[in-house]
């Protein structure tokens, strides 16, 4: 099996193609020749350039070339005024969102690789100054550039691989399934990611869990405890596997010592109030882990709380271990 | 007089249109456009000030730290707060990671495989060049691919990730190191050097960075022919006659770099062929050809503004014109290094300006510096004393973040009124370099770089001209924020 990879960049960064350049185990090329994925072109790693691409672009909008999986980084950019003209794709004085229309049309796949093209992203924040949408919602609301009804080639909607940046494995594994041809409408979650990273939540095995556990928690940046009661961590309602699949060799953000802000939800971008700080009524957090009962929670909460071993409660607000745990000794094994 | 426009420009950050003027075979004339507007600074008009940790890393995902480095700086001086030592070193280590694999990536992803082009066939060098440095299928980019990402190991133990960490505070690291990972950071960081020393330097870093003259550069190339991808660079500049590509204005800025104990490793300062001190105080921005709405006067950035007008007469691209006193200034490795006072770059620059060889030499000779320094920065961590100092939120302040990214100077400009961002104004690197014409219609450093140089008979992506736009390792996405 092959897969034809056609990737184009917009309203973003280029940090999910800096990511996926960080792919191990096996590396980029060596992932992508596995796979049998061909690259018909990507902005950073093709030679071509120019006029090769413009025909290139051409023919794939004329459904000339065939493209299996047109995957768009960055969001949509509409404005000014619905003109498209915050992108002209360069060479050509045709908005980006006019190409994308046009491959999209043919394409058998089309991919969302990073929260921008999948629903606008931190570039539709504010008050949205270029109209930024993603290819198939705009924020969380079906819809976007393509709109709610939209399907490719292949009878999927658009397949967003969300994450800001997003984890080279969860497009590496995207694309090898779809190249197997073993990936379908089932296996993405409603809002359209593939349930292979996001059927799981941040907080599974986050390091910190033993903190959670008794609710022994950091008050400032660079504390050790846990992040959830007062520096905003959503790890526990975010759909990814960022503490059971490593980044970079083995970090994540909790690791680094920051909240997870859901950077894989629509619209992470305006979270309604400060980042990396808790919103709380009475002094109880208002976004508790999605499926526990509030009232369980807040009971468990001051349970655990009062159980909390000094080595936590001492650990918890200190940058480093300050009380080791203890060896006991006991006979029954 | 032919007219070409030549886009999309890949193998640069973001998104790039050129339009040449050609007279016979020479460039008479280029406007450089960013055909891409974000509006970051729109974006953070009103937030929390503390927010700026979160969303300008998105500026860009090739110097996502840059971005961070200079708003943690703003709002450390908005702050009053200082990093203590831990959190100064973790700074300058997560900040120079990334700065020599942005080099790294440059050298062998974006630039060499332009030496594989078809135009080159005929060439003496161009099947060793074509099998080393072809894209996706040359057997360089594999290695330096792997070793990226090794390297960038250092970011998931001391950022949590990379790009868009936020482990980068004004008052130093959300990530302190233990003793053991203190070895840890040491073992990658021999891995990087085992690879830079034996792949792309085939010489100690050591030996690499003492080389102090052209004369002694020449005796190093001929030393061993083709050992190491350095030497088969240079080998191809020189038969190329890379030194005579792309001399923009020859005036260099850099905001000095990697302090540490009160000191920095690069100094800061102004080179026009002699040393200038930098006024910060200086620098403007000109909205004269730039889709922008704004007075006519250039602006300080701490009063700029960022108001996009798609239909602004005389306009051709999104990016500002910043000036320094007026000037036009060149920023990146290659401007470091000669303010900072590199004997082998000053010499280099003496002779032959900023052009397309001494701008990747300069780049290089960086790697072969900055490695043994941040060995030096990890040993001198001191696990169990602290990464982070801390202070309240500001509610009324301002403050600057003058850093140097990979691409040159970057600067934030930030004021508070009320606990919220009153004006958030950005500079980087890409915006010095690829400016467009001011009001006096002086042309920014890339349009004066591409002023002669060479177009063959019938092309239409002259190579060239991509060999030019690239030594300045552009980065767009920063440019138009």
Redesign the interface.
Known sequence: MSLRVLWL???????????L????SP????TLEGAGIE?L?H????????????ALLAAAAAGEAPVDALCVEGSL?RG?HG?G????????GVPLVEWVRRIAAHARYVLGIGSCAAFG???A??????E?CGLQYEGDRPGGLLGAGFRSAAGLPVINVAG??THPGWVTETLSLLALGELGAADLDPFARPRLYADHLVHHGCARNEFYEYKASAE???DQGCLMENLGCLGTQAHAD?NTR??????????????C?N?TAPEF?EPGH????TPKIAGIPIGLPTDMPKAWFVALASLSKAATPSRLRRNATA??TVEAPRIRSTKYR | MARI???????V?????VHLDVEGDRVAGARV?S?????FE???????P??T???VP?????C?VSQSAAAAAALAQAQGLEPPPNGELALNLLLACENLADHL?HFY??FM??F??PVYAGEPWFEAAAGRF????GSA??EA??A???F??L?????????????L?PG?????V?AQERVRLLAILAAFRRFLEHTLFGDALEAVAALDSDAALRTWTAQAPGRGDFRRFLAIADALGLERLGRAADRFMSYGSYPAGGERLFRAGVWDGSPRPLDPAAIAEDLSHSWMDGPAEPLHPAAGLTR?D?DRAAAYSWCKAPRLGGAVVEVGALARQVVDGHPLVRELVAAGGGNVRNRVVARLLEIARVVPEMERWVRTLR??A???H?APRPEAAAGAGLVEAARGSLGHWLEVRGGRIHNYQIIAPTTWNFSPRDAGGTPGPLEQALVGAPVRAGE??PVAV?HIVRSFDPCM?CTVH
């Open positions: 960049q917009s309203g973003g960064c280029g940090g999910c193609t800096m990511s350049l960080c792919a191990e590396d980029l090329p060596a690259l072109w902005p950073s790693l093709s030679e071509a350039s120019g006029g090769e691409v413009r950019l000014p003109s003209r915050f992108h002209l794709f360069a060479g050509t992203g931190v570039t924040g504010g008050g949205n100054p270029t930024a800001c940046p400032k940046a660079s960022c490593p980044w970079n060799g083995g970090g994540s953000c909790t690791s680094g010592g920051y909240a802000i950077c971008e400060p980042f990396q700080t940058d480093h | 426009t030549v886009g999309p420009f890949n193998r950050e973001g998104d790039l249109e456009n055909p891409l507007y974000r509006g729109q974006i953070l008009q009103d937030k929390d503390l927010d940790l979160v969303i998105r500026i860009c995902g090739i996502s990536t992803l974006f495989p332009d594989a082009r072809r894209a996706l299928t980019g594999r691919l792997a990226r990402a090794q960038l190991h970011m998931g133990m001391l950022a949590g990730k990379w790009p868009h960490t936020l482990s505070r130093g690291s959300t990530r302190p233990e996009p798609a696990p169990g602290p990464f982070c801390h239409t992506d991509q996405v």
